[in-house]
């Protein structure tokens, strides 16, 4: 086994093997960090503990909640280390690349539609794809370069969350089972904070979502938009602030639509024959309008404006500050405001 990896189970994982336990626990600790020494899974020993006599799962979680966060905390600290120190390593190259991928796409958004459309796929979606990856990578993107040793410590602790919580759920503990749940969002915290994305940005992010709360915004319209608002921000746009008012234009131009089997700009309701009609209408303005028929999936619906060249334009507009989005079945609607 890797030394290093040694001394962390050494440090973090040396349960006492006494008097203290009784002996099926003190086997079952055993067995447990021999598993993890070798590698190996640990589904059948977690089901096992189903079984165990009520004391024995008392004795156990007692010594599973002295170690978990110890080891929980090793890890994340040297993940984040990790995460800073090749954030770090590479920031020129990275930065020179993002500013590369960057310009290459704004060369085709600035292009005549008719050319621009193949090279929305062939130029720009790759662009936006890899700028993803370098300004908000995954946790399992930032551990595919990482260190054996840190690999090693992350199966650990996962482990340990997956012993934990099965130990806890077999006890029927009223302390929640939700170890691997905390350490995958502290993953992800983590990463967040070793990518490149602005603050203003992720603010006006945060800000969006305290919107969508309240005023109880469909949660795919509100994941439509955060979407739109990371391609902006990936290709070193600003991100648009939730209009609640363009959503309820935009929804309603999308019900619209799906009832009266139209599929336009233009409405034949009347009072509301423009984009810029049905936004005056629910007491906002607009600049701009996409639309979309085919799945009530809102990634679907991005994708297919990003590359149609006239809807991509709208989406990437240096211009626009607001966005609305509004769904009605398989109907799109998205409203843009300056």
């Given at each position: 086994?890797?030394?290093?990896l040694?001394?962390?189970?050494?440090?973090?994982?040396?349960?006492p093997?006494?008097a203290?336990?009784?002996q099926?626990?003190?086997?079952?600790?055993?067995?447990?960090?021999?598993?993890?020494?070798?590698?190996?899974?640990?589904?059948?020993?977690?089901?096992?503990?189903?079984?165990?006599e009520?004391?024995?799962?008392?004795?156990?979680?007692?010594?599973?909640?002295?170690?978990?966060?110890?080891?929980?905390d090793?890890?994340?600290?040297?993940?984040?280390?990790?995460?800073?120190?090749?954030?770090?390593?590479?920031?020129?190259?990275?930065?020179?690349?993002?500013r590369?991928?960057?310009?290459?796409?704004?060369?085709?958004?600035?292009?005549e539609?008719?050319?621009?459309?193949?090279?929305?796929?062939?130029?720009?979606?790759p662009?936006?794809?890899?700028?993803?990856k370098l300004?908000?990578?995954?946790?399992?993107?930032?551990?595919?370069?990482a260190?054996?040793?840190?690999?090693?410590?992350?199966?650990?602790?996962?482990?340990?969350?997956?012993?934990?919580?099965a130990?806890l759920?077999?006890?029927?503990?009223?302390?929640?089972?939700?170890?691997?749940?905390q350490?995958?969002?502290?993953?992800?915290?983590?990463?967040?904070?070793?990518?490149g994305?602005?603050?203003?940005?992720?603010?006006?992010?945060?800000?969006?979502?305290?919107?969508?709360?309240?005023?109880?915004?469909?949660?795919?319209?509100?994941?439509?938009?955060?979407?739109?608002?990371?391609?902006?921000?990936?290709?070193?746009?600003g991100?648009?602030?939730?209009?609640?008012?363009?959503?309820?234009?935009?929804r309603?131009?999308?019900?619209?639509?799906a009832?009266?089997?139209?599929?336009?700009?233009?409405?034949?309701?009347p009072?509301?024959?423009?984009?810029?009609?049905?936004?005056?209408?629910?007491?906002?303005?607009?600049?701009?309008?996409?639309?979309?028929?085919?799945?009530?999936?809102?990634?679907?619906?991005?994708?297919?404006?990003?590359?149609?060249?006239?809807?991509?334009?709208?989406?990437?507009?240096p211009g626009?500050?607001?966005?609305?989005?509004?769904?009605?079945?398989?109907?799109?609607t998205?409203?843009?405001?300056g």
């Amino acid at each position: 086994m890797n030394p290093l990896l040694r001394l962390f189970l050494a440090a973090c994982l040396l349960f006492p093997l006494s008097a203290r336990a009784q002996q099926a626990v003190d086997e079952l600790l055993a067995t447990f960090q021999s598993r993890l020494e070798q590698g190996g899974e640990i589904d059948d020993l977690c089901a096992s503990l189903e079984t165990l006599e009520s004391a024995h799962q008392k004795a156990l979680v007692t010594q599973l909640e002295k170690t978990w966060p110890g080891v929980r905390d090793r890890y994340l600290s040297a993940f984040t280390a990790a995460s800073k120190q090749g954030a770090g390593g590479s920031r020129n190259e990275g930065q020179r690349r993002i500013r590369e991928l960057r310009a290459s796409f704004m060369g085709v958004y600035a292009m005549e539609e008719g050319p621009m459309k193949p090279k929305l796929k062939e130029v720009s979606k790759p662009a936006v794809d890899e700028l993803r990856k370098l300004l908000s990578p995954t946790p399992d993107e930032l551990l595919s370069t990482a260190q054996p040793v840190l690999k090693m410590q992350r199966d650990a602790a996962r482990k340990l969350a997956q012993f934990r919580d099965a130990a806890l759920d077999a006890m029927l503990s009223s302390t929640p089972a939700d170890s691997r749940e905390q350490l995958a969002a502290a993953e992800v915290k983590v990463a967040g904070e070793a990518g490149g994305l602005p603050r203003d940005g992720l603010k006006i992010l945060e800000k969006n979502r305290k919107t969508v709360e309240d005023e109880e915004v469909p949660a795919e319209e509100a994941r439509g938009i955060e979407e739109c608002n990371l391609l902006r921000l990936y290709v070193g746009l600003g991100a648009l602030e939730l209009d609640p008012k363009l959503c309820e234009a935009a929804r309603d131009h999308s019900k619209d639509m799906a009832e009266q089997g139209f599929f336009a700009h233009e409405s034949p309701v009347p009072g509301k024959k423009t984009p810029w009609d049905r936004a005056a209408k629910a007491g906002t303005t607009a600049s701009g309008e996409n639309i979309y028929a085919g799945s009530p999936d809102s990634h679907s619906a991005n994708m297919g404006w990003f590359y149609s060249p006239g809807h991509h334009k709208n989406m990437f507009s240096p211009g626009q500050r607001r966005i609305g989005l509004g769904q009605h079945g398989s109907h799109w609607t998205q409203l843009f405001g300056g």
